[in-house]
């Protein structure tokens, strides 16, 4: 079947540091972009990072720095990794995949999420 | 960057043809062809609706079809139905930055 399954979520403080992770599944994974995009209680969706192919990472303004994403093509994974986690950063995480294998591909499968939720 | 603008929400009866539009800049809706919609209904993740401007991935109804003028890109639903009753994002590629810009996205609502 295939499908992206998020983990890694949960209740987090401010300033600490959580890892999401997306395992994927019925498709040749290391053949397509990624990305991460989140969602706020009740707000819009927000591309958070991608990585393309070839392993070019991008990064929205508002987690650069914070952020790092990273792919294990090996375990078919996507990883990214939080730092320094704001009350901002609350949310429900998605992993999806690109139509392609570039950058600028649109996401045409995406997981369930994993909540994230930084609060003190 | 900011978030590419959309209609907070739009309403449209059954049967009627309607359209959303996402207007952006020139770093991304008006230089690249790479304009996606994004079905998403409440408590689900998003689906795929239209790709590079007006590409329908496979399964995707053509009822719906996308366009683009300039830096503004549209999506038009024909013989709206109940069903479509959602939120729609819009997003682009933009130039020199994330890879992805999100609109703010539109709620949809068939009276």
């Known amino acids: 079947e295939v499908q992206l399954v998020e983990s890694g979520g949960g209740l987090v403080q401010p300033g600490k540091s959580l890892r999401l992770s997306c395992a994927a599944s019925g498709f040749k994974f290391d053949d397509y972009a990624m990305s991460w995009v989140r969602q706020g209680p009740g707000k819009g969706l927000e591309w958070v990072s991608g990585?393309?192919?070839?392993?070019?990472?991008g990064y929205a303004n508002s987690v650069a720095g914070r952020f790092t994403i990273s792919r294990d093509n090996a375990k078919d994974s996507l990883y990214l990794q939080m730092n320094s986690l704001r009350t901002e950063d609350t949310g429900l995480y998605y992993c999806?995949?690109?139509?392609?294998?570039?950058?600028?591909?649109?996401?045409?499968?995406w997981g369930q999420g994993t909540m994230v939720i930084v609060s003190s | 960057q900011s978030a590419l603008a959309q209609p907070a929400s739009v309403s449209g009866s059954p049967g009627q043809s309607i359209t959303l539009s996402c207007t952006g800049g020139d770093s991304d809706i008006g230089t690249y062809k790479f304009v996606s919609w994004y079905q998403q209904f409440p408590g689900k993740a998003p689906t795929l609706l239209i790709f590079?401007?007006?590409k329908r991935p496979s399964g995707v109804s053509s009822r719906f079809s996308g366009s683009k003028s300039g830096n503004t890109a549209s999506l038009t639903i024909s013989g709206l139905r109940p069903e479509d009753e959602a939120d729609y994002y819009c997003s682009s590629y933009v130039d020199g930055g994330p890879f992805e810009l999100f609109g703010g996205g539109t709620k949809l609502t068939v009276l």
């Open positions: 999806a995949k690109a139509v392609g294998a570039l950058d600028e591909d649109a996401l045409d499968l």
């Open positions: 990585v393309n192919w070839a392993g070019t990472k």
């Open positions: 590079e401007v007006n």
